[in-house]
């Protein structure tokens, strides 16, 4: 079994136990399915360890694979010949080198690589010096890939900014596309063989689709005399204004996607995945509306359950009262948590439906449900910048070409409702 193997094994062993502790979240697990677990976790630990094994070998064999005059051999004879700032044990880059590549990094945005220097250029390919850390390289399309210290800038700014990703799960990937997998479940029937009762038979049927990495693209140009002035806040400008462009619109997207079909993610709210629970009444919410969306999740699901909905709709909310003119809302009281309704966290989303006005309109106005067990985001690769320093010479001005990979969708339905009112 070779390491790709090895890992998919590891995987699939690791989501079989998830899956039965997330069957029993909440209540007594019995003690064979609890052995089950903690099977399938050992197996997954020895596998990884045979992995690892594996990694390690490859990279000793790499090392020895490489000419001698890049590596002395003696101990003594190459602690003096390393130069200082070199990489480190592990193979990794330096702090001083990491500092050194982002800044030929952003030498090569205003300049291209042309304007390097080979040592720049050593940096911005560490693979030349046997470096395993993740680094700042042009790929064969002639893509930069954004340095670690920058692209982990930018995924810290996501979930400030963005509703989906953080209550979303999120898995890293390293296809254009994941296996969606689901089976139909076994059932059970009371009886006694000896009475001649028929078995309760029933086969798993299973279904299979796929989803997709979609890509999502930027251009920007800025002028070269403008670059040259404002050298010091280039950094803060690409990590700042992208990483807001990225986050809208994939937040969008994950809301109100048209699926792989239009080269976007699947939105929550396209098409008839997730079941829709009708008000009660045209053009209006009420209390008994949202406490029939709640209870339309099984519970199950219900527990980690969360309102989303534009903030129109969360003001129509804020108006309702009791029979004593009591308001239904509950503001929070702690810093950074959100305001709750029936009990469930409340969230704002621009892209969400409003309340229809107009005669004839129908709207979603509400996802209420748990995002986590029911909506998975793809992240296939961090952000990429190719830069176009030819294409607007004569302009004066140098181009920015974005590239960022992120796929969506549902993946279990019934964890999920969607209120649906008419005008």
Do not use: C
Request: aromatic residues 6%; negative net charge; proline residues 5%.
């Amino acid at each position: 079994m070779d390491l790709k193997e090895l890992v998919g094994r590891a995987r699939q062993l690791v989501e079989e136990a998830r899956r039965i502790v997330e069957e029993y979240e909440g209540k007594d697990m019995p003690a064979d399915k609890a052995a089950e677990v903690k099977k399938r976790l050992e197996e997954a630990r020895k596998l990884k360890e045979h992995a690892d094994q594996l990694a390690e070998m490859k990279r000793l064999q790499d090392w020895l694979d490489e000419p001698q005059y890049k590596r002395p051999m003696g101990d003594a004879d190459t602690k003096a010949r390393t130069p200082e700032g070199a990489e480190d044990s592990k193979g990794e880059l330096t702090p001083e080198q990491k500092r050194k590549q982002t800044k030929a990094f952003f030498k090569a945005l205003r300049g291209g690589l042309a304007v390097l220097t080979p040592e720049e250029r050593d940096l911005l390919n560490p693979a030349h010096k046997g470096f395993e850390a993740k680094a700042l390289v042009e790929d064969a399309t002639g893509e930069i890939l954004v340095p670690e210290e920058l692209e982990s800038e930018i995924y810290r700014s996501l979930p400030k900014i963005t509703v989906i990703r953080p209550l979303a799960t999120v898995r890293p990937v390293r296809t254009n596309r994941v296996r969606r997998r689901s089976m139909t479940e076994l059932t059970v029937g009371w009886g006694k063989l000896e009475t001649g009762r028929p078995l309760n038979e029933s086969t798993p049927n299973p279904s299979q689709e796929f989803q997709y990495v979609e890509d999502l693209y930027g251009l920007a140009r800025i002028g070269e005399d403008e670059l040259d002035d404002t050298d010091v806040n280039l950094q803060a400008f690409v990590a700042d204004s992208f990483a807001r462009a990225i986050a809208e619109a994939e937040d969008t997207a994950f809301v109100v996607g048209t699926g792989h079909a239009n080269q976007q993610p699947e939105g929550i709210l396209n098409g008839a995945v997730v079941q829709r629970v009708s008000a009660g009444q045209t053009g209006a919410i009420t209390t008994d509306d949202v406490l029939k969306l709640i209870f339309s999740v099984p519970t199950q699901y219900r527990r980690n359950g969360v309102l989303i909905m534009h903030q129109e709709t969360e003001l129509a909310l804020r108006l309702l009262k009791d029979n004593n003119g009591q308001y239904l809302w509950q503001q929070s009281l702690q810093a950074g948590l959100p305001n709750t309704f029936a009990g469930y966290p409340v969230y704002n989303q621009a892209d969400v439906g409003r309340i229809p006005t107009q005669a004839g309109q129908t709207a979603d106005v509400m996802i209420f449900g748990d995002v986590r067990a029911g909506y998975r985001i793809l992240d296939r690769q961090g952000m990429t910048v190719k830069v176009l320093d030819q294409l607007y010479a004569e302009q004066g001005m140098i181009g920015y070409r974005v590239r960022y990979r992120v796929g969506g969708g549902v993946v279990r339905p019934d964890a999920l409702r969607i209120l649906r009112v008419t005008a």
